[in-house]
Nanobody, 114 residues
Framework: VQLVESGGGLVQPGGSLRLSCVGS????????MSWYRQAPGKEREFVAT????????NYADSVKGRFTISRDNAKNTVYLQMNSLKPEDTAVYYC????????WGQGTQVTVSS
């Protein structure tokens, strides 16, 4: 099982980034996919989640209206479109696959700074 995130980087406040997470070694389309983030010195926190079919989506209050989660089961990929980024969005972003077991990716760094 492998989850590989990409798309992180350095962006100015107000900018946008699109994160991707590609899964392999499991039946991607059967798993709920989520994004979490961990800022320096803080605990990992929930960002967004999408059900296996994409019919159910939820966001943390801190990102509602700015971030959009989506998935393409044909490509085994989940995305996180991040707009209107703020310095407080700076963190390592992780994707998680959940069904009977949780699988985590290695994370991708997002830094929002001028």
């Amino acid at each position: 099982v492998q989850l590989v995130e990409s798309g992180g980087g350095l962006v100015q406040p107000g900018g946008s980034l699109r994160l991707s997470c590609v899964g392999s070694g499991f039946t991607f389309s059967s798993y709920t996919m989520s994004w979490y983030r961990q800022a320096p010195g803080k605990e990992r926190e929930f960002v967004a989640t999408i059900s296996s079919s994409g019919a159910r989506i939820n966001y943390a209050d801190s990102v509602k209206g700015r971030f959009t989660i989506s998935r393409d089961n044909a490509k085994n990929t989940v995305y996180l479109q991040m707009n209107s980024l703020k310095p407080e969005d700076t963190a390592v972003y992780y994707c998680k696959a959940a069904r009977y077991t949780d699988y985590w990716g290695q994370g991708t760094q997002v830094t929002v700074s001028s």
